[in-house]
């Protein structure tokens, strides 16, 4: 049997290139496919390679009768509709592990830029100011960095905090005690328990119904005043109004956000133009190192599945 792998966002070549050495595979990948574009191609599909451009919903799946299996070449699959997937036997799978380094270092970079507002200073001197009043920032050493969502993301960046001497906490109902301290992270009983102690928060968790909008009104309430939020995670965890509304009255001291619900974020988003948040355009991932191990993990998941029927990282359907 030959195998139809659609490939409808852009990816490393390298990943290409593995499966269309594979005599049983035919490779379709034209990068960057519109909408129509994919809903036309699909009907003979038996498999996709994605990344977050692609959203894989009810209407997509209807179109594409033959579909076994999506690949995600990341981690987060909020743009698949895996209850559908699941309801058609469709298998998906992601690749957890291949953007860790970069996410990581990035929200430390995102950390320190918001410490020290260098996004700020560079705009200010650009435009002829030179104000270093304006620009004073906070030292790291000392101050306790909390990481929701202590998987591989959340460790690694824990590692790399504690280079700056940060006290690390973190919360995570999936991960123990001992798994966190190996990471040099103090596990929390609660979410209210690592609000009240943070003076850094970044986000690491999934989207599902208990973390959509996890930073809320009521719990922006529970954190100290002058807190700092990094989102490197998914945008949905965060309600953007209360999120705003308490940078504005200054109980949230600075944002770092590089992700968002809709992307691009629409004209009318709250936390854009605030002078206290700072934006970037979904970068977390975006290394050369990164989307390559992402690329190729993703296509080894599929020749593995479909040729050997042994599927690893499975999200739903098997």
């Not at 390559?292 to 359907?317: F, H, M, Q, T, Y």
């Amino acid at each position: 049997m030959t195998w139809h792998i659609l490939i409808p966002d852009n990816v490393d070549r390298r990943a290409i290139d593995l499966l269309t050495a594979i005599p049983d595979f035919k490779v379709t990948a034209p990068g960057n496919m519109s909408r129509a574009a994919l809903l036309a191609e699909i009907g003979t599909a038996h498999a996709l390679i994605i990344r977050s451009a692609t959203t894989v919903d009810a209407e997509l799946l209807a179109a594409a009768p033959q579909l076994r299996a999506v690949a995600r070449a990341g981690v987060g699959v909020d743009n698949v509709d895996l209850a559908a997937a699941q309801a058609r036997g469709i298998i998906v799978v992601n690749t957890p592990g291949g953007n860790t380094i970069s996410t990581a270092e990035y929200t430390l970079a995102l950390m320190l830029a918001l410490a020290r507002h260098i996004p700020q200073g560079h705009a200010s001197l650009a435009a002829g100011n030179w104000d270093r009043k304006a620009f004073g920032g906070v030292e790291l050493q000392g101050l306790t960095l909390g990481i929701i969502g202590m998987g591989r993301i959340g460790r690694d960046v824990a590692v790399r905090a504690s280079a700056f001497d940060m006290i690390c906490i973190g919360f995570d109902p999936y991960v123990d005690a001992h798994s966190a301290h190996s990471a040099g992270i103090e596990k929390q009983d609660t979410l209210e328990q690592l609000y009240a102690r943070a003076d850094f928060l970044t986000l690491h968790a999934l989207v599902t119904p208990d973390t959509r909008h996890m930073i809320n009104a009521t719990s922006l309430e529970q954190m100290k005043p002058g807190i700092r939020i990094i989102n490197a995670a998914r945008g949905a965890l965060i309600d953007e109004a209360a999120l705003a509304a308490a940078l504005q009255r200054g109980h949230v001291a600075g944002a770092a956000i590089d992700v968002y619900p809709e992307e691009p974020p629409p004209a009318d988003n709250p936390l854009l133009n605030l002078p206290n948040v700072i934006h970037t355009p979904h970068l977390a991932a975006s290394t050369d190192g990164a989307q390559v191990r992402v690329a190729i993990e993703a296509a080894e998941l599929l020749r593995d599945g479909l040729l050997r029927d042994d599927w690893r990282n499975v999200v739903s359907g098997a």
